[in-house]
């Protein structure tokens, strides 16, 4: 992916996160709760699906449990005159994650170099110490280096 189409992802999907945040999923689920909304009987949604009214049921039950597959969601979506959009939504500012696990890399290397020098009476002021954390973590950011995830293996 270039740079630019990704930073536009990046954009998207961070703008979008912070609408998704403010919505909460409703304890019925959505299919119940939009049906409910239409004041759809789960016979009608069933005809309009093709399913019988017992598996209507059994799929909003798993939605509302959190088992449905995509492929049951978008029938039942289609049948509610609905689409079905899913995205990962992050946690936090994506280059923030990113920037963390560099810095968390960094530490490890400058401190494990850092307690070597100290052992041999050569010790690093701390200011030194995290400017050289920063400047590895920027190094391997810019090198967009795989191995801040190394750990994850």
Not at 37 to 44: Q, V
Not at 97 to 123: G, Y
Request: proline share 3%; hydrophobic share 35%; net charge positive.
């Amino acid at each position: 992916m270039n740079k630019i189409t990704e930073k536009q992802m990046v954009r998207d999907i961070e703008v979008f996160a912070d609408l998704v945040r403010q919505i909460r999923i409703p304890k019925k689920g959505w299919i119940k709760q939009i049906r409910e909304i239409l004041n759809m009987p789960t016979k009608a949604l069933a005809k309009k699906c093709g399913l019988a009214r017992s598996t209507v049921s059994r799929l909003e039950q798993s939605e509302q449990n959190r088992s449905i597959t995509l492929k049951s969601l978008e029938r039942m979506a289609d049948g509610l005159n609905c689409d079905v959009r899913y995205m990962l939504v992050p946690r936090e500012p994506m280059k923030q994650f990113v920037r963390k696990k560099a810095i968390e890399l960094a530490r490890k290397e400058v401190l494990k170099v850092s307690h070597t020098m100290s052992l041999e009476d050569q010790k690093t002021s701390e200011i030194k110490l995290n400017q050289q954390i920063e400047d590895l973590a920027d190094d391997l950011l810019n090198r967009r280096s795989r191995i801040i995830w190394d750990d994850d293996e």
